[in-house]
């Protein structure tokens, strides 16, 4: 008895999102998204440092939005990397740092 399995086809219907694209141009999109807002919080980071060091200003949150910004970047390589190499494990620290964006703003 021997066990077929079906060959994987890439271009069929189910792996097509709601805007009539596929799935991986959408994430593509989505990644190109979050890119920009990396480089616009990385923009913002830079006015902070330069804030910081013409007057008096909480180091806490300095520090707080460098941190977040680390963290950002590392997540932001590993999304582009699981969807360049096609390995969806590489995508859960995305997930996990919405998870986890939505629940601190809520």
């Known amino acids: 008895m021997s066990q077929v399995r079906p060959t994987f086809d890439p ?3 189910k792996y097509i999102c709601c805007c009539g694209c596929h799935v991986m141009t959408g994430a593509k999109i989505s990644a190109s998204i979050v890119t920009v807002a990396v480089i616009l919080n990385t923009l913002y980071v830079i006015i902070l440092v330069y804030i910081a060091t013409q007057s008096k200003f909480d180091d806490g949150y300095f ?3 460098i941190g977040s ?8 390589c590993c999304l582009w990397y699981g969807l360049i190499k096609e390995r969806e494990g590489w995508l859960l620290p995305m997930l996990i740092y919405m998870v986890i964006n939505l629940v601190m703003a809520g």
């Not at 910004?69 to 932001?76: D, K, P």
């Open 11 to 13: 271009n069929d219907p």
């Open 69 to 76: 910004l680390f963290v950002f970047i590392v997540v932001l």
């Open 63 to 65: 520090y707080y939005q």
